[in-house]
Every structure is written in C-alpha cells, then in structure tokens.
C-alpha cells in the first residue's frame, strides 16, 4: 500500500498570524485522516514549542535558505519510508480527496508534478508539487545551495533525468477558475495572505458551490 506524506512548509510568524491554524481547521480537520501530515518549521520554531504534527530543521529561515530546508524535509520523508511526498506552503488550500485521486493517476507514471510554471524547468511550490522515492533520491543527492526551494528542486530532478510533468488542477488564485482544481494557492503576491480567505474557500467547498463545475465532486 502506498504511503503518502503531506509536508507543509512553515515558519515561526505563520504560527503567531494562524494561517498554521487554518489549514488544520479546514482542510486538515476536513480530510486530514486520510494521510499524515507534518507542518516543517526552520531556526525560527523552537524544539519546546514543537506541536505533535510539527518537525523543525537546523536550517535558517529566508527564501533563498528554503533550498536548505527542503531538503533536510525530504531527507526525513524519505528515512521514514514514504513513497510519495505532497510539498506545500501553509497558504496553499487542498482538497485532499482529490490530491490521493490525482495521486492513484501518477503513480508508476511520473516521479515529479504539479503546475510547470509558465518560463522555467521547474513546478511551481506555491501551489503544492508531488516527489516519489526516485525524485526525493534525486533531491538528497543534489548539492545544496542558496536559490527558492521550488527551483532548487527542479534542478535535483533535471539533473537526474527526472520529468516536470504538469498538471493544470494545481492552481493559484490569479488563475481562471478551474472546477477541477486539486489545490490553490492563495497568496496575491509573496507574502500577501490573509488566512480567513482559506476559510471562506473552505466553506464553499464544503457547501459545494465551488470546485463543482462539469458534474465533478469531492
């Protein structure tokens, strides 16, 4: 049986604004037993603080040191025995139903997906982006260097041979509506998210006037 994980990645401030907090009170309180999930904090967390759902990696924080952290992430997964990794951010909402659907779809077929992003060789984190074990061996083996994690790691995957396969259900909010869309991501622009917009899409989700176009469901 295929064991999938889903790694949310964090930081110290996104616990003290709550979007952490929304995504366990919406789509994690929702769907969340269908699969682990561990939220990825860096320097800023401190190990006392840890909650039980939470792990922090010896790596600073800044965008250029996600590179770092990624992989210290998916070192973990990997150690741990999981088969496919689902990487995200915390402002990136998921219909988990149809992320394991989407999963069944790729596996055997493609080691590394999600949304391709539009001018480089790489899928895009905001929105959420699948590894199997041949794409999360590619990342340990790639050397670390400072870049946005999502590149760093479309470069391991390049470098081994590896497949950006897209798939349009990973979407970002500035994006036409798509029915059948798997996940969003709801930042207007780096760092601009505010958590209650998770929770209102949530509430159409779950009331079913969105993300039901062409007769699909959950």
């Known amino acids: 049986m295929v064991r999938p994980l889903l790694m949310i990645s964090t930081w ?13 009170g919406t789509y994690l309180y929702t769907w969340g037993y269908f699969l682990d999930h561990l939220f990825v904090f860096d320097r800023t967390r401190s190990f006392e603080a840890l909650l039980p759902d939470e792990i922090r990696v010896d790596v600073d924080s800044g965008l250029l040191n ?26 990136c909402y998921i219909i988990i139903p149809r992320l394991l659907r989407n999963l069944a ?6 080691d590394y997906w999600g949304f391709h992003t539009y001018d480089e060789w790489h899928i895009g984190g905001g929105s959420a982006y699948w590894l199997s ?9 790639f050397n670390a260097y400072p870049d946005y994690e999502d590149r760093w790691v479309g470069s391991a995957c390049r470098a081994a041979g590896l497949e950006a396969v897209h798939d349009e259900r990973y979407r970002s909010i500035e994006q036409p509506y798509l029915g059948s869309a798997i996940t969003t991501h709801l930042s207007t622009a780096s ?3 505010d958590p209650n917009t998770m929770a209102n899409l949530h509430e159409r989700v779950i009331k079913g006037t969105t993300y039901q176009s062409e007769g699909l469901t959950l």
């Open 133 to 141: 074990r041949r794409a999360m061996e590619a990342v340990l083996s």
């Open 191 to 193: 760092g601009v998210y």
């Open 105 to 110: 779809d790729h596996e055997g077929r493609s």
């Open 66 to 91: 996600t590179s770092f952290k990624t992989k210290k992430a998916i070192e973990l997964a990997y150690h741990s025995g999981y088969d496919y990794v689902c990487y995200c951010p915390t402002d």
């Open 12 to 24: 110290q401030p996104d616990h003290d604004n709550g979007a952490n907090d929304m995504v366990r």
